[in-house]
């Protein structure tokens, strides 16, 4: 059996009290929210913190309210959040959510979990004995990066599927530390570093997501995985247009997942559409434009190259859903 | 794997209730609700496959959702109503959805069955009429190695007939 390695669990009951137990302990305590990616990676060995602060009977962190905006509690389930009334005028957001891992996880898991989900590689998402057979890698005990030999830097790839859908919204997330709260723009909690991907430091908690009014806005999430069910994304793409009542475009947002080691808006798709309507030439523009800027490297499945094409594909099919077109039957095939 | 470097946390004596019964244990911090229930409580009804999330075989329902087992730990149950495959038949009476997978091939070597069933069980209690693409989806994080599904999608859309109260 592949057990958990021992550690002690702290139970707070506020988010003051976590916020003081992980200042105190330092950054052998991790926060345990749904537990879905941390403790399988806890079982793999990758990580192995002295104290879980587990954060699920903190009630504040499950609130959700709907005013000009809309707060959302990083506690929140996938499952609560895909299934929500108020994300209809947040597509992207609840399309995203509902299309992570299976309905169990999604049981489990929660929002501000996927969106500090660790860093994924097919050299690092590996048992001890197998990472220790090939002498470790870059990210976990080694000092070899085996997808790009000669990089220094850790190219494991950022697999949330919430965290394009919310960078394509303008979402920004509410840290909690001892110290206080700061803000943080979503796009800007990313560095690109597989190994370091996250500006939250270890003593601060993800608390909320706040995603601004979306009044005239569309927005929608494509993802690209093998099963369509459990598995991690390959590629996610979130696109999100704000059109006039001629159909132009004024305002338009898109940003690719699961293309590097974080989320990232791609500015030239904005640029493309920006005073255009969502015709077939400016889709095709705009497509070609974000495919450029995805640079799979091989570290998850399907052949690298193929992944790059498809990308094309998959903004195609975000933007031609976001001018109205019904693609139902070529969804079911993801 | 050897976790000998730390000293072991103490066990916590942890209460719960397992289909509908309450039950006193006391586990470490890292014992998962899997091992607790298998290792504790002897109710190995509930199956442990891949430990990581992705197969589905230890599926239970948490407060009436259906959550992975091996990803729960058992401390953080206290107080919260767990229902396993053993709480599903009433006395020697199968569930219907059990008398279901057992008439219709929806269990061939019966790893996945628990897991399916409180899967099935959940879904069936929210949506008493889903249609088949439903029931696929509700049954999307099980892996069944032997079916190919097709008999377990029918075991659900019969047990649901039956427990709407339509002829069978």
Known sequence: ?334 | MNDSTRPASPREPCEFSVNGEPVAIACAAHVTLLEALREELGLTGTKHGCELGECGACTVLLDGASVLSCLVLAQTCAGRQVETVEGLADGPGLHPLQAAFADLGGSQCGYCTPGMLMSAKQLLAAEPAPDRARIREAIGGNLCRCTGYQQIVDAIAHAAAVMRGEPA
Request: glycine content about 8%.
């Open chain 1, 1 to 334: 059996m592949m057990r958990l390695p021992d550690f002690e669990l702290r139970r707070p009951r506020t988010l003051a009290e976590a916020a003081t137990i992980l200042a105190g302990e330092g950054p052998a305590a991790r926060p345990l929210a749904g537990g879905t990616d941390l403790l399988p990676n806890m079982k793999r060995r990758q990580q192995t913190p002295r104290v879980l602060v587990a954060l699920g009977e903190i009630p504040g962190l499950r609130t959700f309210t709907n005013g000009a905006a809309l707060a959302i509690g990083a506690g929140t389930t996938l499952a609560a959040l895909a299934a929500d009334t108020r994300m209809a005028q947040y597509g992207a957001l609840a399309q995203a959510a509902a299309r992570v891992a299976s309905p169990q996880l999604r049981n489990q898991a929660t929002l501000g979990g996927n969106l500090c989900l660790d860093t994924r590689c097919s050299y690092y998402d590996q048992s001890e004995p197998w990472r220790r057979a090939i002498g470790c890698c870059l990210k976990k005990d080694g000092d070899t990066c085996w997808v790009a030999t000669a990089s220094r830097r850790c190219v494991a790839v950022s697999s949330s599927d919430c965290a394009p859908a919310l960078v394509a919204l303008g979402a920004r997330v509410r840290l909690v530390s001892r110290e206080g709260t700061r803000e943080v723009a979503l796009e800007d909690f990313y560095r690109d570093d597989g190994m370091d991907h996250l500006v939250k430091r270890p003593d601060e908690i993800l608390s909320a997501v706040d995603v601004p009014d979306a009044q005239g806005w569309r927005s929608t999430y494509w993802k690209l995985r093998r099963r369509g069910a459990i598995d991690f994304p390959v590629l996610g793409v979130a696109a999100a247009v704000k059109r006039d009542t001629a159909g132009t475009i004024e305002a338009a947002r898109v940003a690719l997942g699961a293309a590097g080691s974080r989320p990232f808006l791609v500015p030239q798709a904005s640029e493309a559409l920006i005073g255009r309507t969502l015709d077939d030439a400016t889709i095709a523009a705009t497509a070609r434009r974000v495919a450029a800027r995805a640079k799979p490297v091989d570290n998850t499945d399907f052949e690298t190259r193929w992944r790059k094409d498809v990308a094309t594909q998959l903004v195609s099919y975000a933007l031609r859903e976001l001018r109205g077109e019904d693609l139902g039957a070529i969804r079911r095939r993801f």
